[in-house]
């Protein structure tokens, strides 16, 4: 038997705890696989369920671990669950027999699926975490040892690898993308220790969110149960198009809320774990913010498309790049970004080290821009830059001094010897300059002229044009409809206007 040690594994919970309408709910943790299809969708009508299953079940296959246990009295802990939460007891219950003493060995039962006829078989992460053997059942009984090839906790998603003397039956992607709400799909996988289970259902959802920074789920309501981890999806083609890794359940079984990894992110995360044994995700270094009417507005666009870059990290790929702070992103790559998840995402299943088109408006003209992601090389970047993705600006990032800025009708530059000699201002005057402001604006109709020079923004000096801008859209972020700014006359007079954020 092969001995299988997992490096450095990341411990991820066999569950999961969402709280909704005031209700606790148990997810118990499961993956999948896909290939492309006809442009229409298949019905019942059309298709034996009975011969698709039949011709897909000899590609999937039961997974079991064994783990050494530790010092005797030491207990395998159970998921985070806050104390008093209603159906506590339930976790319990879904977990049972995976406490005690750890001094002895115990298995878990997973799903899996072949995915090439060398041996190559998908299934989740926390299948097998923590293991020190790993072995397969395959569709006829036939036991074999599995090797690690690698993990990707972000995903869930893990691959093996089994010797063995004949080509083992495969199955295929399919392209997730063309799924449709709806349409009819095939669940095959080991829930309770049952191999070869078969259930059928639809999809109930796409583009499901739960912890994960990539998560983009299908939701079905395909009976997935305890077992059924790592087991895949199917569509009526016999493609796979997800790996079922997630129910919503306050019982531990199927209530009708199963997830799964769409292929369309799992078949990249695999490729690269088959190559490098682990995954080669990009990043460009920015953070985002979700665009608000409001924000737009400040930012020269006509509607809430697309997401802001609020910041740029320093020492990223972006820093001294193409994008500056304030550019709104419409696309990456050709993919339309409709929210600040889907920049990252995006990011990180594409191209490292080639240049790709992206779409922007800075200051209310669309240009497209070339941005080269970098391999990220330390995954704890992205996830400290992703926890900030919706955060305001911080005034220590990167930006670009000196280059002028139009925000709610004003156009600012700095204020040097030259705004100076124009508008004769006093030297002592210190902040920004308004060299233009468009007719019928929020500042034209707070009484902003050129020549005036902006001190203070919400109780803030700013001394660069991009600090007004920032400061701004900080403010518009936590809610603020309204700005106080603090403006000096040529000569010297001070004097605070309201600009209405709208």
Known sequence: MTTVKL??????SIARHVVGAGLLAAISVLPLAAHVRPAFAQTLSDVSVADIA????????????SEEGGPSGETRPLPDVPEGQPFEDLFEDFFQGEQGPRSRQYSSLGSGFIIDPSGIIVTNNHVIDNADTIEVTLADGTTLDATLLGVDDKTDLAVLKVESDEPLPAVKFGDSRRVRIGEWVLAIGNPFGLGGSVTLGIVSARGRELDG??????????????GNSGGPLFNMDGEVIGINTAILSPSGGSIGIGFSVPSELAENVIDQLVEFGRTRRGWIG?????????????????????VAVGSIIEGGPSDGGPLQEGDIILTFDGQPIDNPRDLPRFVAEGRIGEPVDVEIIREGERMTV???????????????????????????????????VSVYGM????????????????????????TEVEEGSAAADEGLMPGMVIAEVGQDAVTTPQEVRSRIVELISEGRRSVS???AEPDGALSIKSLVLE
């Not at 490096?7 to 991820?12: A, D, E, G, Q």
């Not at 920074?213 to 305890?226: E, H, L, R």
Request: charged residues 25%; hydrophobic residues 40%; proline residues 8%.
């Open 213 to 226: 920074p990539y998560d983009n789920f299908i939701q079905t309501d395909a009976a997935i149960n305890k």
């Open 485 to 487: 700014i603090m403006v």
């Open 286 to 306: 920015i953070r985002v913010l979700e665009v608000s009417d409001a924000l737009a507005a400040s930012l020269g666009a006509d509607d809430p498309a697309g």
């Open 54 to 65: 039949e011709g897909l079940l000899p590609s999937v296959v039961n997974i079991s671990i």
């Open 370 to 404: 070339q941005v080269t992601p970098e391999l990220l090389e330390e995954p704890e970047e992205v996830e400290e830059a992703l926890a900030e993705t919706e955060e305001p600006m911080d005034d220590g990032d990167a930006v670009t001094p000196g280059l002028p």
């Open 411 to 434: 156009t600012l530059a700095e204020l040097d010897d030259n705004g100076r000699a124009l508008y004769q201002i006093d030297g002592d005057v210190e902040g920004v300059l308004i």
């Open 7 to 12: 490096n450095s594994p990341v411990r991820r």
